[in-house]
């Protein structure tokens, strides 16, 4: 990478369309230069560990806490001694060495590996660059690494000083195993499978007497190690790009130039997911099961994704238009599509004893349950036309203007198209004659200002039509019918879908001190979006979400960038870089609803489990959630021998209708272990009743937090002394 720069402001990105709605980072990747051949590696080695460990009970205080509990549970016999003997010999414990599951599930030492080498040199009239990277990353976590192998080539030919060529590939091959700490995606779907979790509350020790059919479920839990749970949860990806794009470029005169590029990229990737006996998936996701017991599945997704690009584009650049006047002008046309399909197959019903290896190697020896599903996306297409014209005097007062016209495949009629101009002004104060005075010290000086339009369609591509998903149906007559059927899906189509537009307003100085010493810019911000596009929830019609152009946001902030060279010396520098941010958002309309909940997919409570909000006048980002009242004793319940009860000692009359309690002072408490689950009893939180219906239910939640940060920003020193550099961020 020879370059990395960032567009903000709305002048700058307009040109780039939809693509640059949310700003633009610009890569340029380097070229070879005139001269002999040269070879540079570049190398580093590092090694990781886990920094910090939740604390868990010993040997002994984990056996004295399931000793309380049976004794609570007035079940000694049957809830201790089963599995831990004679509480007589409870001291022996403290002389175990239990097993520290987060040592051994994520204690591993990693070790990444970079290694790059480059090729370059040429001549003026033919350059090239080659590069080859090999990054290799051993994670802390069992069965868990990362390769990657990039190849790179850029050439660039110059056979007449009127013409030149410019090419440029580009191959990574990426292979990623294990499925991660807890992944929540696709079918995953509970915290039961969190290796996380399971590493903190598995038992230290070994327990005698378990069965696969104990219904104990702490002690039914404890059949399966951290490493069960990793093991059975394991993943495979093995992910291939190409990417292949040139140019020419025909200088006409030495105003005006044509340039032409294209661009093809193909993604290959494969993802292999194994549920083994221990996932959620197979126990209680509704995996086939072989010879009537719970039995492993896999399931396989082939994607295949093919983008081409063409720009056209013709450039004119003249000085001197008239004395000091300067302008520059781009006119383009640009064609894009993306394709995209995916085969799924699904397996199930393994033999018992296959890991994802054996399933992986042997899927004939499970049930293909659907078949191998074949989807074929609607195509993504886009043609677009746009220009912009740049003109300044004396580099001193300085003009944009861009307009850009986009046609996508995802809308429909007269919402195909979207238009979206952008203007900007800048004033360089200190080329001014009345700053002569202040070069001494004032570098730079600018004042600058921004008004643009842009587009967003970052929707499914055929979110405006019906379409139909694989699934399966108990109302046909035969078995091998009802599992392979093509139904409606969730997502109601919309025909009336259009552009998402984002429009940025900016206002912004450039400064500059002791030769650009000290430099920096102080920026202030006004967006806003209107028809954001969302996919809301809708009830009555037989479907659950629909894409609409739902809402209209708006968002304000500053921000101050300051850069500072504090040493510069001949074998020493020091360099400062600050910036900070704050924000402002808010919802300004949303439709036809009052609010809107999300879910963060990451608990498992039927009741209350959309725990943000987002509110017409509010921020988006609001907590939603119950309100604690605090927490249930020991005292609190007693044990009937199959669930906790009230104790009706301390508690009384208990309410049927409203399952509300009272104690002796007279104070209320709502029965709320439908929303606790299987946290009911000693230690469950109690929620309070904020509608005083006597119930607790989700009219009971408010917001309860702000996710938003009131200002956020970095700092970093950078520096070198003779051929040793460092930065501190």
């Keep these: 990478i020879l370059s990395i720069d960032v567009l903000k402001d709305a002048s700058s990105t307009a040109i780039y369309g939809s693509r640059g709605a949310n700003g633009v980072i610009i890569i340029t990747t380097k070229s070879g230069t005139d001269g002999k051949m040269s070879i540079s590696y570049n190398g580093y080695i590092g090694i990781k560990n886990i920094t910090k460990k939740l604390n868990v009970l010993s040997p002994y205080q984990f056996v004295q806490k399931q000793y309380e509990r049976a004794l609570w549970n007035k079940a ?24 520290d599951w987060q040592e051994e599930t994520f204690g591993r030492t990693g070790v990444t590996q970079n290694h790059s080498l480059s090729l370059s040199g040429g001549s003026k009239v033919f350059n090239y660059n080659l590069g080859y990277t090999n990054l290799t990353d051993k994670a802390i976590m069992a069965m868990s690494d990362y390769k990657r192998n990039n190849f790179s080539v ?67 839990a404890s059949l399966y190690s951290p490493l069960d749970f990793t093991a059975d949860n394991n993943r495979y990806q093995n992910n291939t790009d190409y990417n292949v794009n040139g140019g020419i470029t025909i200088n006409l005169n030495k105003n005006l130039s044509i340039r032409s590029t294209f661009g093809l990229t193909k993604a290959e990737k494969e993802d292999k997911r194994f549920f083994g006996l221990s996932s959620y998936f197979a126990r209680e996701g509704g995996a086939l099961k072989r010879d009537n017991q719970v039995a492993p599945a896999a399931l396989i997704t082939n994607t295949n994704v093919t983008t081409l690009q063409n720009t056209n584009q013709i450039n004119y650049k003249k000085d001197d238009l008239f004395k000091g006047h300067n302008i520059s002008m781009v006119l383009g046309q640009e064609t894009y599509s993306r394709s995209t399909d995916n085969t799924v197959s699904d397996y199930q019903a393994f033999p018992v004893d296959y890991n994802s290896f054996s399933a992986w190697d042997n899927l004939e020896s499970g049930t293909n349950r659907y078949g191998d599903a074949y989807f074929k996306d609607m195509d993504d297409r886009m043609i677009s036309f746009f220009g912009r014209i740049n003109y300044d005097i004396n580099d001193r007062y300085l003009f944009a203007a861009t307009y ?162 504090l040493v510069q010396s001949k074998d020493f520098n020091l360099n400062f870089m600050f910036n900070i941010s704050a924000n402002k958002n808010k919802v300004d309309n949303l439709g036809d609803l009052k609010s809107y909940t999300f879910n963060e997919a990451w608990t498992s409570m039927t009741e209350g489990s959309n725990s943000f909000i987002v509110k017409p006048g509010e921020s988006v980002g609001q907590i939603y959630g119950y309100v604690s009242d605090g927490w249930y004793k020991g005292e609190d319940f007693v044990w009937n021998g199959t669930s906790w009860i009230m104790n009706s000692g301390k508690y009384l009359n208990y309410n049927g209708t409203t399952k509300t309690y009272s104690d002796q002072n007279g104070n209320t408490f709502v029965d709320n272990s439908s929303i606790a689950g299987l946290s009911w009893g000693p230690g469950a939180m109690k929620l309070k009743d904020l509608n005083g219906d006597g119930k607790i239910t989700d009219d009971d939640r408010q917001v309860i937090g702000d996710s938003n940060p009131k200002h956020f920003g970095s700092f970093a020193f950078t520096g070198d002394y003779k051929n040793v550099d460092f930065a501190v961020n």
Excluded: C, H
Aim: glycine share 8%; aromatic share 12%; hydrophobic share 35%.
């Design 76 to 99: 000694i016999p049957a809830e201790y001694e089963k599995y831990f003997g004679s509480f007589n010999d409870i001291n022996l414990y403290n002389y175990k060495n239990g097993t």
């Design 154 to 220: 850029k050439l660039n030919f110059m056979p007449f000083k009127w013409i030149k060529l410019d090419a440029a590939g580009r191959y990574a091959g990426t292979v990623i195993n294990g499925a991660g700490a807890n992944d929540q995606t696709g079918t995953e779907k509970s915290t039961y499978d969190s290796r996380v979790k399971n590493a903190v509350i598995f038992t230290p020790i070994p327990l005698k007497n378990l069965v696969s059919q104990d219904d104990d479920v702490e002690a039914a």
């Design 404 to 565: 850009r016209a986009d046609g996508s495949s995802k809308f429909r009629g007269n919402n195909k198209w979207g238009y979206f101009p952008s203007v900007s002004a800048g004033w360089r104060i200190t080329e001014e004659k009345f700053m002569k005075g202040t070069s001494n010290w004032l570098s730079n000086l600018k004042l600058r200002a921004s008004y643009g339009e842009s587009g967003n369609n970052r929707i499914d591509n055929s979110a405006f039509k019906r379409s139909y998903k694989l699934g399966n149906s108990g109302y046909l007559p035969s078995t091998s019918m009802q599992t392979s059927i093509y139904t409606s899906p969730d997502l109601l189509a919309n025909p009336n879908l259009r552009w998402e537009t984002t429009v940025t307003r900016n206002l912004g100085f450039d400064f500059g001190f002791l030769n650009n010493r000290i430099n920096g810019s102080i920026e202030y911000y006004a967006n806003s979006t209107e028809n954001v596009l969302l996919k809301m929830p809708i009830t009555g019609v037989g479907y659950t979400n629909q894409w609409q152009n739902a809402a209209s946001t708006s968002n304000r902030g500053a921000e101050l960038v300051l850069n500072a060279a």
